[in-house]
């Protein structure tokens, strides 16, 4: 059987974000979603919270959702991909911006841990402009985010960002 893990923030997981999650299920047998709670990045949401939503995206997708296991992680990636018994690390690149860092972070990853590769997928054309960083500072100066993510993260949204407003 051959296990991925699709790492990142997810702060908030973005149709992007999806996009990616169904297209590695065409590489892997099964796919393990690892919501970071160390990151570089300050995120929006804590770490139980993006779990959740990320989860929630999940038992939306039907049959797929079978093959999809989502989990909080801390520490070196490859530590967790190890745990979970991995052998492929799946990241996706919206540009060629992307490229670099990734290209850096996969062959520091290789030098750890050289039974693990990682692959690439590009962002659809859908897709590639699509950030959760954008989409974070759209929903801050209250903007409509219904094209770049689900109604229950741009709910979760606007809960942040006006507490006493609802989505609809």
């Known amino acids: ?19 990616i999650i169904r297209r590695a299920l065409h590489v892997v047998d099964r796919l ?11 995120p929006l949401f804590d770490v139980e919270r993006r779990t959740a939503l990320v989860q929630g995206e ?17 520490g070196l990636l490859v530590n967790f991909a190890a745990e ?22 996969a062959s520091v990853n290789n030098k750890i841990a050289p039974e693990i590769e990682t ?7 859908a897709t590639h402009f699509i950030s959760s960083r954008f989409v974070k500072q759209i929903a801050r100066l209250h903007g409509p985010v219904d094209k770049f993510v689900s109604p229950a993260v741009a709910e979760a949204l606007t809960e942040e960002f006006l507490p006493n407003a609802h989505y609809s």
């Open 1 to 19: 059987m051959r296990i991925g893990i699709y790492p990142g923030t997810f702060d908030p997981i973005t149709f992007g974000h999806r996009d």
């Open 32 to 42: 393990v979603i690892g919501v970071a709670l160390d990151s570089a990045k300050e």
């Open 58 to 74: 999940i038992d939306s997708m039907g049959e797929d959702a079978k093959r999809i296991t989502v989990k909080h992680f801390s």
């Open 84 to 105: 979970e018994k991995a052998t492929l690390l799946i990241r996706g690149l919206r540009a060629v911006s992307d490229f670099e860092y990734e290209f850096q972070m």
């Open 119 to 125: 692959v690439f997928l590009t962002a659809s054309d």
